[in-house]
């Protein structure tokens, strides 16, 4: 039983034969795959939020691959991208790889290691999606810390020392400390490396799933 569960493999590609050939081999592994004909039906028909990864043929009718690729990351969505093509080319395989597709076959691919690129994209798609849960997890506690926690919060970011931050708050030591140590176990880390950590991960760009 595939440990990918609640993960579809979407195929986007024109060769019928291949997406059907596929399709079975995904099913004898224990995946679920949907295939699209071109990028136009993907885009209308497909939840861009679930999880998954992306199967794409780089050469298509109407929008290509590195198009709906681009597509795709306009639109936020960080499904990995396994190219596997039939008219494969440097520039285009160079493209690919720039904006983030996880891997470049060519056509033809041996079962085997198309699967093993397809289980391996997906280990990264959960990859990714636990890291945005746990981001999103720690943002929340953040924005429950009052406004006093959240100042001291930034001072100490910053590394700022407690008499440093009572002085500049007119506060006492003990105070600073008393909420320090509150925000410590509201956004659940024992060191100041680790709450600097967290501070620089929340202010990144957050990644849509």
């Known amino acids: 039983m595939s440990s990918h569960a609640h993960a579809t493999v979407f195929i986007v590609d024109a060769d019928r034969a291949f997406c059907d050939g596929l399709?079975?081999?995904?099913?004898g592994v224990g995946h679920r795959a949907a295939a699209y004909a071109d990028a136009e039906a993907f885009?209308?028909?497909?939840?861009?939020?679930q999880?998954?990864?992306?199967?794409?043929?780089?050469?298509?009718?109407?929008?290509?691959?590195?198009?709906?690729?681009?597509?795709l990351n306009r639109r936020a969505c960080h499904l990995p991208v396994v190219f596997v093509t039939a008219h494969g080319d440097v520039p285009t395989a160079v493209a690919a790889l720039r904006n983030g597709a996880a891997e470049f076959l060519e056509k033809p691919v041996g079962e085997q290691i198309l699967v093993d690129a397809i289980e391996k994209a997906l280990k990264l798609d959960a990859a990714r999606r636990r890291e945005h849960a746990r981001k999103k997890t720690v943002a929340a506690c953040i924005e429950k810390l009052t406004a006093r926690e959240?100042?001291?919060m930034r001072y100490v970011v910053a590394g700022k020392m407690n008499k440093t931050i009572a002085d500049?708050?007119?506060i006492s030591i003990k105070t600073v400390e008393a909420h320090r140590a509150r925000v410590m176990e509201k956004v659940g880390v024992d060191s100041v490396a680790a709450l600097v950590q967290l501070a620089f991960e929340i202010d990144q760009p957050r990644t849509a799933h």
């Open 23 to 27: 399709r079975r081999s995904l099913a």
């Open 51 to 71: 999880p998954g990864c992306l199967v794409l043929e780089a050469h298509l009718p109407g929008i290509d691959g590195l198009q709906l690729q681009n597509e």
């Open 43 to 49: 885009l209308a028909e497909c939840d861009l939020q």
């Open 168 to 170: 500049e708050l007119c």
């Open 150 to 152: 959240r100042e001291i």
